[in-house]
Structures are given as C-alpha cells and as structure tokens.
C-alpha cells in the first residue's frame, strides 16, 4: 500500500507536469503573438518607406508617410492591452526630451510669426511640418517601446524590404545587365547615376542606410558566435543599399564617423571626450555658417575642384534673407521653403530645390537664438541626458551618428527629413532601452570601538 509520502509526492509531479504543459502552451501562444505584432509593425514601415519611390513621391508626395501611424497606433493599443509601463518608463526621459525641442521651435516660431504679422497660410504650412516631424519621433517611440533594442533590427530589415522592392520594380525597365551596369558605372564614378541607378537614389532611405554602416561596424553587439555572424550579413547589406543610393556627402560622413567613433570608443575619460566634441561642433557650425556667409566656404571648395552642383548660388540668393548677427531673429519655420518656391515663380531657378544646407536653412527660419538653442540642445543637452541617465556607451552611439548626419547638414536638406529623423531619435534611445542601471555597491564602515563594546555587551546579555 502507497505511503501519504509517496502519493503526495506522485500528486505533486502530476500537477508540475500539467503546469510545465500549460506554460510551455502560454510561451508559445506569447511568441506567436509577438512575431504577428512584429509582422505588422514591418508592413506598416515598409508600405510607409515605398512613399518614396519616384514615381509615387512625385504623385503623392509626404502622403505616403501617413501609414506609418499604423505603427503608433499599434504600440498605443499593445499599451492599453499589456499595461507594459516598464518599458515605457525606459525611454521617457527621452520621448519628453524629444518633442520638447518640437514644442521649443514652435513657440519661437509663432513669436516670429505674430511680430512678423505673418500669413495664416505660412503659420498652417509650418504647424503641419512640425507636425510631420511629430509623427516621425513618434514612429521611433512606437519601436523602441513594443521591442526595445530589437527595433533598430526591424527597422533595417523593413527599409531592406523597401529598397528590394523598388529595385524589382525598376529594373524591367532597364533589363538586369543594363541595371547591374548602372548601378556599377554610379559607384566607380562616385555619384553619376543615370537611368536605373538615378531611380534608385532615394535621398532620405539612403541615409538612414549609412548610419546603420556606422552602428553595425562600431556598436552591434558581437559576444556570441550568433551576434559576430548577423553582424556581418547586416554589414554586407547596409554598405550594398549605401552605395546603391550613392550619396558622395553621406559616404564622407560616414568614414568621418566611424574613424572618430573607432579612436574615442575605448578611452578611459570618453565622457569628457564625448562633452568636448559637442561643444567644438556648436563653436564649428557657427564659424561655418559665417563663412558661407561670407562666400570663404564656396572659395574654399572652389579651391579644392569640389562640384558645388549651383549650391554656392542658392546661399548667395539667401543672403538678402538674414543677417549673421544677434539682431535676427529669423522667418519663422518652413520658411525657406516658401522663399526657393518664390525664387522658382520669378523665374530665378529652374524649380523650387532645396537650399541643401540645414545650418542656413536653421538660421534664417529661427534666427540667431533659434538656431543657437537648436544647436545647443542637439550637441550638449542630449549628449549629457545621454550620459547622465544611462551609460557612456549610449552616449557614444549617439555622438558618432550625430557627426555622419550634421556632416550631411552642411551641404544637404536631412535634418527634417522624415526617416532621417526618425533614425536619429531611433538609434540612441533603442540602445538606451537596453541598458539595465546597476545599485552601487554598499559600502563597508568599519565600526568604531563604541559600537563594538555596545555589541559585544548585547550579545553576553543575551547568553545569560
């Protein structure tokens, strides 16, 4: 006859083995349920990306981008549904410290626009970028919140889907060897692209390629033999889809980039460091924008046979718009894009382009405390939260891409771009949602001989 002992115990493993069932069945429907709000979230972003081929961003425009609400809104239900205010709480610091330098730009503007007695059709254009801006900081926030670090792989892996997909769409028209000798020919001459590689240089897709280059060759994890592997593939492809866009500008800052990340990275006092690059790129784009006002830089380029491509003429035509001085106070933002449009009615361009330089366009839109708050909060602000809420190495992923995109500031139109702004908030917030913050050590006190005797007199009183 069985003992209470061992029909306890046989009753006990009956029910672990159910449990193990059950939650074997739980982690199973959990993965599946994962995976599906990944899938989603990939459609969302690669439907979104596809806006930016030719052909439909000259029929409808920024419209496109509307889809990738689809990816807040998923985010947004996954936390009514999950209550997951952990991870919400990881990234908070950074979300505020975001959309307050939206909230910033658009209380300066509006003070600009009230004193200016600016149209309400001017103040409308401006609200409806920044709220564009809004959505793009917001896609970033969505990622990182449903999948942390994980989210700047999915991203990569839905901007691949996208450029994959456009060059299937493109290349009928072409033939395979014609493309594969388009494509060649663009990158051996360094940026002439014609027929099937021009259809392929979308600007701000390619540029967020170039600073996955920079985070996959300085910052991807490598413990594993798994993690060395996946960094290579993801190597492999960031650097084909970076030349297939082939920007020259985004090629030089993304060696800029990596050099600098490659030298600092390591180093023992790397915040000091970190804080000292912030501070000589606020101090280096103010002398920049002062010699573009004064024509030293298009001398300089002209020098050195550097292709200007009729740059140097839009910021000569931009000088009758603002003054390098503590008195301006600038036009209120999207300005500019309302003054290229003029220029374009008057018949002094071709077309409304670009002023394809972001300092310039900065500083005539916010003026000279405008842009010195852009600059000041971009280069020292977020570099120090960077710092002082999570780690150093958080604080050097953020450093080092925000060198390849301000080198791309200075003579193109990306930091209102809307991926490029999206990966820009995307790449140190991701990285710092990863970070686990550790209690410092307690400390040892040795006791002084009061609290001994005190002690020892405790202890004999106990005994007897």
């Not at 449990?19 to 995976?35: A, M, W």
């Not at 290349?171 to 259809?199: C, D, H, Q, W």
């Not at 050099?259 to 280096?284: D, E, F, P, Q, T």
């Not at 839009?314 to 209120?332: D, I, K, T, V």
Request: net charge positive.
């Amino acid at each position: 006859m069985n003992t209470l002992n061992e029909i306890l115990t046989k009753k006990d493993y009956a029910e672990r083995s159910f449990g193990d069932k059950r939650d074997s069945r739980q982690i199973s429907q959990n993965s599946e349920k994962r995976l599906m709000l990944k899938v989603f979230f990939v459609l969302f972003i690669v439907l979104a990306a596809m806006g930016d081929q030719k052909v439909l961003n000259s029929l409808y425009g920024g419209i496109p981008k509307v889809i990738s609400v689809g990816a807040i809104a998923l985010a947004f239900f996954y936390g009514i549904y999950k209550s997951d205010y952990k991870s919400l709480k990881k990234i908070l610091v950074p979300v505020i410290m975001y959309i307050l330098l939206l909230v910033l730009i658009m209380v300066y503007s509006l003070i600009i626009w009230i004193l200016g007695f600016t149209e309400l059709s001017s103040i409308m254009r401006g609200s409806s970028k920044l709220l564009y801006q809004l959505i793009a900081v917001l896609v970033a926030v969505s990622g990182v919140y449903l999948f942390g670090r994980e989210s700047i792989k999915l991203f990569f892996i839905s901007f691949c889907m996208c450029y994959s997909i456009i060059m299937l769409i493109e290349m009928p028209k072409y033939g395979f060897i014609e493309s594969v000798l388009s494509i060649f020919n663009a990158v051996i001459t360094f940026g002439e692209a014609r027929g099937y590689a021009r259809m392929l240089e979308i600007h701000d897709q390619t540029y967020v390629m170039g600073l996955y280059v920079v985070y996959f060759i300085l910052f991807a994890p490598r413990d594993t033999k798994a993690q060395r592997k996946e960094r290579i593939i993801c190597i492999i492809l960031s650097i084909f889809y970076f030349l297939v866009g082939m920007k020259r500008i985004a090629i030089v800052a993304a060696g800029l980039a990596i050099v600098v990340g490659l030298i600092i990275k390591r180093r023992k006092n790397l915040n000091k460091i970190i804080i000292y690059i912030g501070i000589a790129m606020v101090v280096g784009f103010f002398l920049f924008l002062y010699t573009v006002r004064t024509g030293s830089f298009t001398t300089f380029l002209d020098v050195t046979g550097i292709n200007m491509m009729g740059r140097d003429s839009a910021w000569q035509m931009a000088a009758n718009y603002y003054e390098f001085s503590p008195l301006f106070l600038g036009h209120g933002f999207e300005s500019v894009d309302a003054l290229v449009k003029s220029w374009a009615e008057q018949g002094l361009t071709n077309k409304p382009l670009p002023l394809h330089n972001d300092f310039l366009k900065v500083f005539i839109e916010l003026g000279f405390y405008g842009f010195t708050i852009w600059l000041i909060t971009q280069y020292l602000v977020y570099p120090i939260i960077w710092l002082k809420l999570y780690d150093t190495a958080t604080g050097c992923v953020y450093i080092c891409i925000l060198i390849y995109m301000s080198v791309t500031f200075m003579t193109d139109n990306t930091a209102f771009l809307f991926w490029s702004t999206m990966a820009l908030r995307l790449f140190p917030m991701a990285y710092a949602s990863g970070v686990e913050k550790t209690k410092p050590a307690a400390k040892w006190n040795n006791p002084t001989s009061r609290e001994i005797n005190y002690r020892l007199q405790e202890i004999y009183e106990g005994k007897s």
